[in-house]
């Protein structure tokens, strides 16, 4: 028989769900309209009542534990689906739509180029698209599915699958002349390499990939330009301002219209870039939900 003494104090847990899939207590007490010590005092009461750890507090920021994220997926689940049942007897159930969340880069370059096919396949599903530069847990709107690279901030929402892409350096044939290339690695100190920074630092940079490339050679805060959005990266870098790292899937039609160059042979693969993620509860009963993940597997494994 179910024994609703194991039940911790429901009153902490949708504080704590939403600091989950936020990762954030801040941003949960905006949310729910609470103080951000609210929050923290109703996560730390469920902490005590189960005895564990649910995050980890340093520099005044917050990560889940994997406690955390496990305790944060099934309650974010279990809420989903009273939300959910809720709105079939309010009479506010969407039918037939589904919203993807996408990096704006991709959505732009890799998504919308595909997403005839979608619609031919499935002509009663309704997608809508939201992209962002921000991560997940930042997301202004609510999502079913979600794409994004992988080492960004993802909160408790589930894993759905993950993909592989190649990273590798790209720029304009305005920027260099073809003859000088191949360049070597050691050239790149002589050049102007654009970046991606932001905090945290959720995507590789130039020496994280020099290293995984096994080079020596390091450029670190180099003579080049930084920009805080990848999309204004890949275009500096279409513009002829300089040389950027390049996510195949992303710039693969810039590459076959001659809007980018590969200037070394060096590359680097990672089986799991890209993460696909799902809404709590999202796929578990509904058909437009199954058909988006079940068409995103197929495409991201081309």
């Known amino acids: 028989m179910n024994d609703r003494r194991r039940l911790p104090p429901l009153a902490t847990l949708t504080p704590f769900e939403a600091a989950a899939r936020l990762e954030s207590f801040t941003l949960a007490a905006a949310e729910l309209g609470l103080t951000q010590a609210a929050v923290s005092k109703q996560v730390r009461a469920l902490e005590r009542d189960l005895g564990t750890a649910l995050f980890e507090r340093r520099n005044r920021a917050v990560f889940l534990t994997e406690e955390g994220r496990r305790l944060g997926r099934i309650v974010g689940a279990a809420l989903s689906d009273i939300g959910e049942a809720a709105g079939k007897l309010r009479g506010g159930t969407r039918s037939g739509e589904v919203v993807l969340f996408c990096q704006l880069c991709e959505a732009f370059y890799w998504l919308m180029p595909r997403l005839s096919r979608f619609h031919r396949l499935h002509p009663d599903v309704e997608l809508r698209v939201a992209s962002s530069t921000r991560p997940i847990v930042d997301a202004e709107g609510p999502f079913d599915v979600a794409i994004q690279t992988s080492g960004r901030r993802h909160g408790s929402f589930p894993l759905a699958f993950t993909a592989s892409d190649e990273i ?8 260099i002349e073809r003859k000088a290339l191949p360049l070597a690695l050691a050239d790149l100190r002589k050049q102007a390499l654009l970046s991606h920074r932001v905090v945290p630092q959720d995507w590789i940079d130039w020496d994280g990939w020099l290293a995984e490339v096994g080079s020596a050679v ?27 790292l390049g996510w195949r899937r992303t710039v693969e039609t810039l590459l076959k219209e001659g809007a980018l160059i590969r200037p070394c042979r060096e590359s680097v693969v990672r089986p799991a870039e890209i993460s696909v993620f799902t809404a709590h509860g999202a796929g578990r009963s509904r058909a437009e939900v199954a058909a988006l993940l079940a068409w995103l597997k197929e495409e991201l494994a081309g």
């Open 168 to 175: 590798f350096p790209v720029c304009s044939p305005h920027y």
């Open 218 to 244: 390091r450029v670190g805060a180099h003579d080049g330009r930084a920009f805080d959005s990848y999309p204004l990266v890949l275009q500096a870098a279409v513009s002829g301002q300089g040389i950027a």
